[in-house]
């Protein structure tokens, strides 16, 4: 009988750990309570995360995203009394082989806007539980110093409600230069993830793009909570995605972008509008309204993760985060 030495586990023990770190961190960012949460909070978070693991962060404040031109992020926020936060990540390893861009949707607190939710708000602070992936999987990447170029952009804002909100029937403008028209100031997570997406594609052009959202109820009522809804129209995106998920126990399943969904966008008075008004097809009706933003990218991948990002078991008295994502996408660059 052979015997393998303790030092053999070593390594298997020390990536778990990190793994592990990773997630409890993004457990505690989705977990706590939104007047601790705030854009602000996530801003600093990351920030003083790069300064420990070695990725550079930039973050625009209101100002600067307005002189950047970020409109759409900026509608979303105006109500809130917490100040916007655009928060860009760069971790660029000497030894990089591929690019891959990350997007996280931020929205620290979501009470719908004008168009105030009617049910359901006590759990929106998980409203950021997409941006809080991206900022756990920022940690893990450059924590396992993975030799990947990896550039990630967390818009962060509230949605709230005051004098100053955006309306329903406003006509707002965007980084990418389209108009949108406002039908439903609670359809907002796609409307700073266009910002984000757009800015992301233009500025640092990675080869491979994907968001993290939770978007839609709509996906909720597809897939219940077993599986995140995945729209791309590249396959080889989507198996490698799906293996990776698949593997860890962070199953995503794919739903369709056709072109016939595009008529639930169109809108008589602006480029795009951010709502069908239908109640069917939600999930895919806002994937092709982000698809419409990644101006054309050929490796573009939205994930839907409303109805896995927060769950119910026998370790915790109430709903809490699971994390997911950060395995997943860490998993997914690993196997590049």
């Not at 052009?205 to 968001?211: R, S, Y």
Request: charged residues 20%; contains cysteine.
């Amino acid at each position: 009988m052979s015997y393998i030495a303790k030092n053999d586990y070593q390594e298997t023990i020390d990536k778990a750990i990190k793994i592990a770190n990773a997630q409890l961190q993004t457990f505690a960012l989705v977990d706590l309570p939104p007047n601790k949460i705030t854009p602000k909070y996530l801003a600093d978070w990351a920030t003083e995360t790069g300064e420990r693991h070695g990725f550079e962060v930039t973050v625009f404040g209101k100002d600067k995203s307005t002189e950047v031109g970020l409109h759409s992020f900026l509608a979303v926020g105006k109500g809130s009394a917490q100040e916007p936060q655009f928060i860009i990540m760069e971790y660029k390893p000497d030894n990089a082989k591929k690019h891959i861009g990350l997007v996280g949707k931020g929205i620290t607190f979501d009470t719908g806007g004008l168009n105030i939710k009617v049910a359901g708000m006590v759990q929106m602070k998980c409203d950021m539980a997409g941006g809080a992936a991206v900022l756990g999987a920022m940690k893990l990447i450059s924590d396992l110093k993975l030799p990947v170029r990896v550039t990630a952009i967390v818009p962060a804002c509230e949605n709230s409600v005051d004098a100053q909100s955006f309306l329903p029937s406003d006509v707002i403008q965007s980084y990418a230069g389209h108009s949108i028209e406002i039908i439903d100031t609670d359809a907002e997570g796609r409307l700073i993830l266009a910002d984000g997406l757009s800015y992301l594609i233009k500025n640092y052009k990675p080869e491979t793009v994907i968001d993290l959202a939770t978007l839609t109820g709509s996906v909720v009522g597809t897939l219940g909570y077993e599986a995140a809804g995945l729209f791309t129209n590249n396959e080889d995106l989507s198996k490698r995605l799906r293996e990776a998920g698949d593997s860890i126990g962070e199953r995503l399943w794919q739903l369709p972008l056709w072109d016939a969904y595009t008529p639930d966008i169109e809108s008589e008075i602006a480029d795009i509008k951010n709502y069908s008004g239908k109640p069917v097809a939600g999930a895919i009706s806002a994937a092709k309204f982000l698809e419409f933003f990644t101006d054309k990218h050929t490796s573009w991948a939205h994930l839907d993760i409303a109805g896995v990002a927060f769950g119910d078991d026998e370790f915790a008295k109430t709903k809490h985060a699971t994390a997911y994502g950060v395995h997943l996408i860490t998993n997914f660059i690993e196997n590049l």
